[in-house]
């Protein structure tokens, strides 16, 4: 069975504003509404085409996961890899798409395709829209490596990634020979927004579920060898996220907030979160998603006062 790709419309500021940054681990291409996007499965490639008058394809990415945030949030996970400068600017230009004033301060909810290992191609390698590419298209369109158009533009994706040093993605690729899934690197905004999500919003210990105050912790911190993957990751509120990473706080590894009796002999205070010890976190219901025995039993070890 061949494998499926998409190839999307992009803004040229958004391609020329991370193209100058050839070392990113993953990119937001976002969408200026709030979207369900089921065009692909984690691991299947994305590609980007500029708009017309510009008909080529200039980059992609291995897609990871889609949402909607608040473009704030956006920009607090991803930062400049959601191709803009600033906040500011990113806000304008969502604005501007939906035909709004410029100077609108509205939070838009906007949608989020996340890409891992993006690349972006020099000129001399961009690839000429495929002949089926309809004028009216006006986001994305969706091709398989069974059709002999599908199986061109792979080959020829392929052949520029070839020719760009040390990529790893190329050599992914080389190494399994046939189309078929990449399994995506998580980089820190797509394990932030991954994390929100799997914890439906809500902080894993007190359920609050205002989204600025809740923030995706690391079990084991990326630092001492943890990961971006869901397993090693809770939702916390901001301060209980802060207790967390010093030690004040754990999660056990049966799934049970502790506190550290350090918080009243340091602080003399923290009634607040001993009302919470003993209590069972709120864990995702998917097995595959829960917290990770192993990096919870590291923070109880190597982390937590006691």
């Given at each position: 069975?061949?494998?499926?790709?998409?190839?999307?419309?992009?803004?040229?500021?958004?391609?020329?504003?991370?193209?100058?940054?050839?070392?990113?681990?993953?990119?937001?291409?976002?969408?200026?509404?709030?979207?369900?996007?089921?065009?692909?499965?984690?691991?299947?490639?994305?590609?980007?085409?500029?708009?017309?008058?510009?008909?080529?394809?200039?980059?992609?990415?291995?897609?990871?996961?889609?949402?909607?945030?608040?473009?704030?949030?956006?920009?607090?996970?991803?930062?400049?890899?959601?191709?803009?400068?600033?906040?500011?600017?990113?806000?304008?230009?969502?604005?501007?798409?939906?035909?709004?004033?410029?100077?609108?301060?509205?939070?838009?909810?906007?949608?989020?395709?996340?890409?891992?290992?993006?690349?972006?191609?020099?000129?001399?390698?961009?690839?000429?829209?495929?002949?089926?590419?309809?004028?009216?298209?006006?986001?994305?369109?969706?091709?398989?490596?069974?059709?002999?158009?599908?199986?061109?533009?792979?080959?020829?994706?392929?052949?520029?990634?070839?020719?760009?040093?040390?990529?790893?993605?190329?050599?992914?690729?080389?190494?399994?020979?046939?189309?078929?899934?990449?399994?995506?690197?998580?980089?820190?905004?797509?394990?932030?927004?991954?994390?929100?999500?799997?914890?439906?919003?809500?902080?894993?210990?007190?359920?609050?579920r205002t989204l600025?105050?809740?923030?995706?912790?690391?079990?084991?911190?990326?630092?001492?060898g943890g990961t971006?993957?869901?397993?090693?990751?809770?939702?916390?509120?901001?301060?209980?996220?802060?207790?967390?990473?010093?030690?004040?706080?754990?999660?056990?590894?049966?799934?049970?907030?502790?506190?550290?009796?350090?918080?009243?002999?340091?602080?003399?205070?923290?009634?607040?979160?001993?009302?919470?010890?003993?209590?069972?976190?709120?864990?995702?219901?998917?097995?595959?998603?829960?917290?990770?025995?192993?990096?919870?039993?590291?923070?109880?070890?190597?982390?937590?006062?006691?």
């Open positions: 069975m061949g494998l499926k790709f998409v190839i999307a419309l992009t803004d040229k500021d958004w391609f020329e504003t991370l193209r100058r940054h050839p070392s990113l681990d993953e990119v937001n291409f976002w969408a200026p509404s709030s979207t369900n996007f089921r065009a692909l499965q984690p691991g299947e490639l994305f590609l980007f085409k500029l708009h017309s008058p510009h008909n080529v394809i200039v980059g992609g990415g291995v897609f990871a996961y889609a949402n909607s945030l608040p473009c704030s949030l956006a920009w607090e996970a991803f930062g400049e890899t959601n191709g803009a400068r600033s906040a500011r600017e990113m806000r304008t230009r969502i604005a501007r798409y939906r035909r709004q004033e410029p100077n609108d301060q509205s939070d838009f909810e906007i949608g989020c395709r996340i890409l891992t290992q993006p690349f972006f191609f020099d000129e001399a390698d961009w690839i000429s829209q495929p002949a089926s590419w309809s004028p009216n298209i006006v986001s994305l369109k969706t091709y398989n490596t069974d059709d002999p158009e599908g199986l061109q533009l792979w080959e020829a994706v392929n052949d520029r990634l070839s020719r760009q040093p040390g990529n790893e993605l190329a050599e992914e690729l080389k190494r399994y020979g046939k189309p078929q899934r990449i399994r995506p690197r998580l980089g820190q905004g797509a394990f932030r927004v991954l994390v929100t999500d799997i914890y439906g919003r809500r902080c894993a210990v007190t359920q609050e600025p105050a809740l923030e995706a912790a690391h079990i084991r911190p990326y630092g001492c971006h993957d869901a397993q090693n990751g809770l939702l916390l509120r901001r301060d209980i996220h802060s207790l967390f990473d010093s030690g004040y706080v754990t999660v056990t590894p049966d799934l049970n907030f502790e506190v550290s009796r350090r918080i009243r002999e340091e602080y003399e205070n923290g009634r607040h979160y001993y009302a919470l010890h003993g209590k069972r976190i709120n864990a995702p219901d998917l097995l595959d998603k829960r917290p990770d025995h192993a990096a919870l039993t590291w923070h109880n070890e190597h982390c937590f006062k006691g």
